[in-house]
């Protein structure tokens, strides 16, 4: 009997260590580049929608722009530099009518 509360109480405790060490990964995710960047991407597939290949260029350069401004948070010259990146990399990526009205929705 006293082996098995020993083996119960370790389980529990595991579990509630598992439980709290996940709980604190999904509140760091919030704030990477990547996640950030795919939520974007996704919201910008369907207003502007987006093929395959345009949602991956897009997704890289909102990533890029993403790890610049995390880098740069207080360099106001280099976070006008990135917009400018990013702001030629749709313009390539984009159609006409896209790009547009990307502007539009981005201003």
């Known amino acids: 009997m006293k082996n098995v509360l020993t083996v119960f109480a370790f389980v529990a405790a595991l579990f509630m260590g598992v439980q709290s060490s996940s709980a604190q990964e999904l509140s760091q995710d919030k704030t990477r580049p990547e996640v950030i960047a795919k939520a974007e991407t996704a919201q910008l597939t369907d207003a502007l929608g987006l093929n395959g290949d345009q949602s991956r260029a897009v997704f890289r350069a909102l990533v890029a722009k993403q790890v610049g401004y995390q880098k740069n948070a207080d360099n106001p ?4 530099k990135l917009d400018d990146q990013l702001q030629a990399s749709m313009k390539k990526t984009l ?3 896209q790009y547009a009205q990307w ?3 981005n201003n």
């Open 77 to 80: 010259a280099e976070k006008k």
């Open 95 to 97: 159609s006409a009518d």
């Open 103 to 105: 502007l539009k929705t």
